[in-house]
């Protein structure tokens, strides 16, 4: 039997999180909050049945699954078509400055235009290609009937899109967890950008 349900899970707060800097593939550690949010969730998580974890291999995510790993006794496994989108040129810079310094591709990626790349970066539909290409392969997987992915934000964001017409209008803050299950021949959303592991805190 393959895969029955996933969980993906968004990394713990970085200090880019918090200065609502562009992070992309930018190898920026977690914050202490972000720390205390990985532990957090690894606590919310023990017990529970899960045959394997996945990650991003960039730091944030790494440091995020490594924390989980330690407290389900599971070693991440990187898969680099997890990663973040490449948000090219703005890469480092707060929102406010993007509009500023970059305002034509600022306005061309606004459009949500999904084949649209920011200069040396990549497009939404690249990374719809590259984590389909992940999520079958994961999910294919015989032994397991549980598994847990920790990734980025805009690179969950961006692969639902691909999956369903419509999603929740809630946003996927940090550490949180959407749940989908296979049902037949679909997938189905348990729960979207869940957080009961922070109860109010260390939330972002």
Do not use: C
């Not at 969730?41 to 045959?51: C, E, F, H, M, N």
Request: glycine letters at 8%.
């Amino acid at each position: 039997m393959s895969v029955e349900k996933v969980l993906l899970i968004r990394h713990g707060e970085t200090d880019f999180n918090r200065e609502r800097r562009l992070q992309g593939v930018m190898e920026i550690p977690l914050n202490e909050r972000g720390r205390e949010q990985a532990a957090a969730v690894a606590r919310y998580l023990k017990g529970r049945s899960i045959d394997a974890l996945y990650t991003s291999p960039i730091l944030r995510a790494q440091e995020t699954a490594e924390i989980i790993g330690e407290r389900i006794g599971l070693p991440p496994h990187g898969d680099k078509r997890l990663r973040e989108i490449e948000f090219g040129i703005f890469e480092g810079h707060s929102f406010a400055e993007v509009e500023r310094r970059f305002p034509a591709a600022h306005r061309n990626w606004s459009t949500g235009y999904i084949a649209y790349k920011a200069p040396k970066g990549e497009s939404r539909q690249d990374v719809q290609r590259r984590m389909r290409a992940a999520w079958d392969d994961l999910t294919a997987h015989l032994d397991h009937r549980t598994i847990a992915i920790v990734t980025h934000g805009s690179a969950i964001a961006i692969f639902l899109g691909s999956m369903y017409a419509l999603l929740p209008d809630t946003a996927i803050k940090n550490t949180s967890i959407t749940t989908l299950r296979r049902r037949e021949e679909i997938w189905e959303i348990l729960g979207f950008a869940q957080t009961p592991h922070l109860n109010g805190r260390g939330e972002s």
